[in-house]
């Protein structure tokens, strides 16, 4: 699984059944994270900074990331996030 970031249409989001997967949601907080499990998520609200190797990536809504197993990344939320996810999900 490779890490992935782009903008799904309506037909994409209903392929991959997103309206199917966990909620999550939190407020503003910045912090590290090294990916234990492989996730893809979907932004419903709000947007995340996610920095890979000194490069970050603005995700907003109505975009997919795939964060594979093993990634460490810095997880910036600037004001609010609300998204769904699902763990070991490969996309095509």
């Known amino acids: 699984m490779a ?9 994409e989001f209903e392929q991959l059944g997103v309206d199917t997967w966990e909620p999550w949601e ?3 907080h910045k912090a590290p ?5 492989a996730e893809t998520f979907y932004v419903l609200e709000g947007e995340v900074n996610i920095t890979v190797k000194e490069i970050t ?3 907003t809504e109505n975009m997919l990331v795939s964060l594979p197993k093993g990634l460490v990344c810095i997880w910036d939320i600037p004001k609010y996030l609300k998204k769904v996810y699902k763990l070991n999900f490969e996309l095509d």
């Open 33 to 37: 994270w090294e990916v234990e499990e």
């Open 26 to 28: 939190n407020t503003a």
């Open 57 to 59: 990536y603005n995700v």
């Open 3 to 11: 890490f992935v970031v782009k903008k799904i249409s309506t037909q």
